[in-house]
């Protein structure tokens, strides 16, 4: 299997463990680092709406908790819709990637798009000097 076929079943297993009431629409997100490691995470929902974590959300979480700071690939997948990032996730994608982060957008087949971070958020906010 590939590198990218790896993060497709990363993220596709992840998405089975969503905790997705309320919506019903489970997300799974998977992304590699620049050394290979692979980090993952599923939507989180809860009765006060706010409170919810997206998939990537979670996925960062896992990542910046193991000490890792670079995202060098990523999978995003929910189920027939095409789940594009919502504009916080973009946030940090942006934060923790480059422009050159290219987001793979998949169904439960596979891959369907995929979507470099400068696609995605122009003109990202950026508090960083460099
Ligand atoms: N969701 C994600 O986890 N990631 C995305 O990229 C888009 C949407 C979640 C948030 C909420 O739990 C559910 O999908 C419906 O919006």
């Known amino acids: 299997m590939s590198d990218l076929d790896d993060l497709f079943e990363a993220a596709k297993a992840v998405r089975e463990k969503a905790y997705a009431p309320y919506s019903n629409f489970l997300v799974g997100a998977a992304f590699r680092t620049p050394d290979g490691t692979i980090f993952t995470g599923c939507n989180v929902e809860n009765a006060s709406y706010p409170v919810s974590v997206c998939a990537e959300g979670g996925a960062v ?13 990523a999978v995003v997948i929910g189920d027939a819709a095409l789940c594009t990032p919502c504009g916080m996730c973009r946030q940090r994608f942006s934060e923790f ?34």
């Open 61 to 73: 979480s896992a990542m910046i908790a193991a000490g890792y700071t670079r995202i060098a690939e």
């Open 97 to 130: 990637g480059t422009k050159d982060l290219v987001v793979h957008v998949a169904d439960l087949d596979g891959i369907k798009r995929s979507f470099t971070m400068d696609e995605l958020l122009p003109a990202a906010f950026e508090l960083k000097d460099e």
